[in-house]
Structure formats: structure tokens, C-alpha cells
């Protein structure tokens, strides 16, 4: 069983930044893939980066690239989200999940989700 809670949301005007964190329990953090999920008013959950068990691969979704940087602290059991440059329409509530242990952005592989904290972006 693995535990998720995400903290770091906010409100930042347009061109900000933000870091979420997304703190995990459990033994088996190491050897999971960790991503990055978010959902607008409206739409449905989307992918928006992942990263390997170990760290070195990671993935984003093209409307972040070059924007956002994925992390993480294995020694912390801790995930990361770094956003910059951040725009009104990255505006929704972001989650983090848990994968097996391959690096995906399949939402139905991902196991075990934090409740989500928001981000509002300004214009």
C-alpha cells in the first residue's frame, strides 16, 4: 500500500512559478515510477510528466515541455514538479500517482493517486 499527499498548489499570476511536492509512505517508493496528473474544470484527467524509478528517464507532455521539470528524492520518498513560465490554461488540480515499476504515461497503469491540490493561474 502506498500513500500519496500532494502540497504546494496555489495562486500565481501568469508567468510565475510553483513546485508541488508530492510526499509518498511506504518501502516500495524506490522502485516505482512516480507521475504527474491534472484535471481542469470540464476535461478530463490528463498526463503532464513522469518519471523513472530511479530518475534518470522522464517524460512530458508537450504542453509542458521546457516548462516543467519532474524530480525526484528517493532518500525523501518525495516527488517533484517544478513549473515555471506557468500560463491560465495550466489552471486545474494537479495529482500525483504511483506506476510498477516501468515509467509510463498511461493513466490506468498508475496505481495509487494523492487527493490532488490545486493551481490557478492568473492573467
Known amino acids: 500500500q502506498v500513500q500519496l499527499v500532494e502540497s504546494g498548489g496555489g495562486l500565481v499570476q501568469a508567468g510565475g512559478s510553483l513546485r508541488l511536492s508530492c510526499a509518498a509512505s511506504?518501502?516500495?517508493?524506490?522502485?516505482?515510477?512516480m507521475g504527474w496528473f491534472r484535471q481542469a474544470p470540464g476535461k478530463e484527467r490528463a498526463f503532464v510528466a513522469a518519471?523513472?524509478?530511479?530518475?534518470?528517464?522522464?517524460i512530458y507532455a508537450d504542453s509542458v515541455k521546457g516548462r516543467f521539470t519532474i524530480s525526484r528524492d528517493n532518500a525523501k520518498n518525495t516527488a517533484y514538479l517544478q513549473m515555471n513560465s506557468l500560463k491560465p490554461e495550466d489552471t486545474a488540480v494537479y495529482s500525483c500517482a504511483t506506476s510498477g515499476p516501468a515509467i509510463t504515461t498511461t493513466l490506468d497503469e498508475y496505481a495509487y493517486w494523492g487527493q490532488g491540490t490545486q493551481v490557478t493561474v492568473s492573467s
Open positions: 518519471i523513472s524509478a530511479s530518475g534518470l528517464t522522464t
Open positions: 511506504g518501502r516500495t517508493f524506490n522502485y516505482r515510477g
